[in-house]
Every structure is written in C-alpha cells, then in structure tokens.
C-alpha cells in the first residue's frame, strides 16, 4: 500500500480577471509579446474579500464532496503555499478549523515554492503509509495569492503570475505504480520573495536562470520518476508540468520526443499559480473528462529554492 489513489479533486480561482490588454494598460508590454514568450493569456487575481484562504477552502469543499468524504475521513491536511493569509496559523490549520476537522488530524503548510504541491503530497502519502493517523485519507492543498507579493510596476514578472487554488483528496492504494523524486539546489538569489524590506517582499526573479534550470531539471525529474518506477513514458497517460511558461513545456517535449498531447497546458488561462499550478491542471483534466478514472499521472514540478520533484499518481 504505497502508491498514491487520488479520490477527488476540486480548483477555484478568485473572481478579478486581469488580461494581457488590461496589464498592457499598466505596463510596457504587449499581448503579443506575454503569448509568444510565456502562453499565457488571462490570470485571476484576489478582489475584496477575497484571499488564499477562501480560495483553498473552495477546492477542499469540491475535492471532499466528489471524493465523497467528510471531515471525519481526514486523517492529515497538508498544505503547499508560500503566501498563506496569515504567516500562522498556517493555511492548513485555517482549513482544519473551517472543515472541522478532528483534534487528532494534523494540519501544516509546507512551502516548496511552485513545487510545494508535490512535497506536500509525498509528506501526506508518507504519514498515511506509517500507519499512525487516525483515518485513511489526506486532504493535500496546493494555494497561493502571489498577487500580494506581485509589483505590478514591474513588467518582467507581473505578466507571469495568478491566484487560485485546488486540491485533492487521497488515499494509498497497493494497485498502481508508485514512484518519487524530490530535491533542491538550494539557491537563494534567482528567486526571491517576501522579504521584510519595502521592495524586497515582492517577487524578484532572474527568468532566463529559472528558464535554464527548468528545462534542464524537468526531463531528469521525468527521467527519475519513470526509473524508480521501472516504467517508460509510453505507460503513463498524462504528464502534468508546474505551468509556468508555455515554452518550457515544449521544450521538454522535444527533448523527450513525447507526444505532445500527453503534456496538459492550461498557463493560457490561469498564469504561473505556484502551488496550485500542478493541481488546478489535474482537476481541469479530470472535469473535462480528458483524464478518466484509473489512469497514471506523472507530476511534476521546478520552483524558488531552486526545488524540483516528480511524483506518480493514480486518477
Ligand atoms: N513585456 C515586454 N518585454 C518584456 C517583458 C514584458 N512583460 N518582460 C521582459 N521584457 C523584455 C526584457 O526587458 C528584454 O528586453 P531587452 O532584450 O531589451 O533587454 C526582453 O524582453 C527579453 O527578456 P528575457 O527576460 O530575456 O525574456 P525571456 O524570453 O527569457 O522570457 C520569461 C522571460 C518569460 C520570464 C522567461 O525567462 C521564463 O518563463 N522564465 C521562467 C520563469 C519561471 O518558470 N518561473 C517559475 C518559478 S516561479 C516560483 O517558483 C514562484
């Protein structure tokens, strides 16, 4: 019982719908020059009331209700943000409260920038195999409101980002194929945010050395994962990549010569979500019936740390 079995998922992204006019409106760019260098087209930001919380609690409500479970099957809630509401309570003790859950169900946050989503899942999947909690599930988060820590004065990175959240409800199954890799090169200066100073709490990024770092980490990553598993690209059905820029995503295709319909694009219309980037894509997929029940997943992600990971799952 080692492998992850997702039960549910649910996304939701806020109400404010910026797109690439309304930023061109703001900045010196263009709509042309944000679609040919990135893919992206619209993104949703936090309006009034709004916030990485409500979002989170959205898609935890979805995911539970089409896993069909309640708060009582919640054995751990484990959430990915680096953009919580608040610096504590975490987001995932916010959720606790709101979902009442049990006192005996553990709630965290975990921050592993854009590729949050997956240390999350593995930390859950691993407090779950243990054996040790009180019921069989976890409710893992992935949820950001990087338009908090976004200057909208600066036209290299505000083009990139979104707000939204998604989750998912899981479990372990002994009937699918389990493999992860996670790491980190432990940089500090080519993504930074949320510093103390004035200017240093906004997101502050070197793009092209992230560009680089991903489409050389994105292949091993998928590398790993399919040899840990003893598995080839031909036997998973999907490939979810963090959805930072179009244009990474194809270059891992053509390095892989992957068929490019296995690799799901959907930066067009959320923007670089972060932690909820990886999971908004597998809830897209699944609600659009692009993805049925029983197929295998490979996930995976690159992010600020530099940290990086891939994971297997079974819709
Ligand atoms: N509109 C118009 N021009 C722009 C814009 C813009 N929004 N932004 C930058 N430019 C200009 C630059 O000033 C530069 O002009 P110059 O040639 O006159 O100096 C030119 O466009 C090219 O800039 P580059 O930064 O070299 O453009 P590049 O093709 O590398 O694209 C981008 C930039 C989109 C950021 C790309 O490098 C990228 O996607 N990097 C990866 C980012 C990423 O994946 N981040 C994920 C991690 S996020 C996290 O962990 C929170």
């Given amino acids: 019982m080692n492998a992850i079995k997702l039960l549910g ?20 760019t263009s709509d042309q020059w944000i679609r040919e260098r990135t893919g992206i087209v619209t993104r949703y930001l936090c309006g009034e009331g709004e916030g990485n919380t409500s979002s989170a609690l959205a898609a935890a409500k979805t995911a539970m209700e089409r896993a069909g479970v309640g708060p009582q099957d919640i054995g751990v809630c484990v959430a ?31 921050n592993a920038a854009c590729t949050g989503f997956l240390h999350a899942l593995e930390t859950a999947r691993c407090l779950l ?22 200057d909208f004065t600066d036209r290299s990175t505000c083009v990139l980002f979104g707000d939204g959240a998604a989750a998912a409800v899981i479990r372990l199954t002994d009937d699918a194929p389990y493999a992860c890799v996670l790491g980190a090169r432990g940089d500090t200066q ?7 100073g004035e200017m240093d709490r906004f997101i502050h990024m070197d793009g092209p050395a992230v560009f680089r770092f991903a489409v050389d980490a994105v292949p091993k990553c998928i590398d790993a994962v399919l040899s840990q598993a003893g598995m080839t ?15 990474i995503i194809d270059y891992v295709v053509r390095r892989l010569k992957a068929p490019p319909e296995k690799f799901y694009k959907n930066m067009d219309r959320y923007g670089n979500t972060s ?3 990886i999971p908004i894509a597998l809830d897209e997929l699944l609600e659009k019936g692009l993805a049925r029940q029983g197929q295998i997943a490979l996930c995976v992600g690159f992010g600020a740390g530099l940290t990086w990971g891939g994971a297997l799952l079974k819709l």
Avoid: K, Y
């Fill in 9 to 28: 998922t649910g996304r939701h992204v806020p109400s404010r719908c910026l797109t690439n006019d309304d930023l061109s409106r703001m900045v010196d």
């Fill in 129 to 150: 195999a243990a054996g040790r909690l009180r019921a069989p599930c976890a409710l893992v988060v992935g949820s950001e409101a990087l338009s908090r820590i976004t």
């Fill in 275 to 277: 932690a909820a980037s």
């Fill in 233 to 247: 690209l031909s036997q998973v059905d999907h490939v979810i990549c963090h959805q930072a820029n179009s244009r």
């Fill in 80 to 110: 990915a943000t680096f953009t919580a509401d608040h610096a504590t309570p975490s987001l995932a003790c916010e959720l606790h409260q709101l979902l009442g859950f049990a006192e005996t169900t553990p709630a965290f946050d975990v």
């Fill in 190 to 196: 080519i993504l930074r945010a949320g510093g103390a």
